[in-house]
């Protein structure tokens, strides 16, 4: 990407952060890029939401490790949250 796209990528990633954030009880927002050229060569951000409250040593890296538990949501669930999020997306 050029910088310009690149920006307006980090923009957009931001504007759906503050969603987010907007939408559930949010202390901190984790905002990671990952992947490889090998596996997984296209650019994505992973916008993770930690809640308030969690204790220091879970927070961090720790927070998004899947070993360490997920949160359990159907699809009917997930299908609300994405709409409430977007409900909030001011780009």
Request: no cysteine; glycine share 6%.
């Amino acid at each position: 990407m050029e910088p310009p796209e690149f920006l307006r990528f980090q923009s957009v990633a931001h504007a759906v952060a503050r969603a987010i954030a907007a939408t559930v009880p949010t202390e901190r927002m984790y905002s990671m890029s990952l992947g490889s050229q090998q596996g997984n060569a296209h650019l994505h951000w992973h916008l993770a939401p930690l809640p308030p409250g969690v204790p220091y040593h879970q927070q961090q890296f720790h927070a998004v490790m899947g070993e360490n538990g997920i949160l359990a949501a159907d699809d009917d669930a997930q299908a609300a949250l994405a709409r409430e999020i977007r409900s909030h997306v001011q780009i």
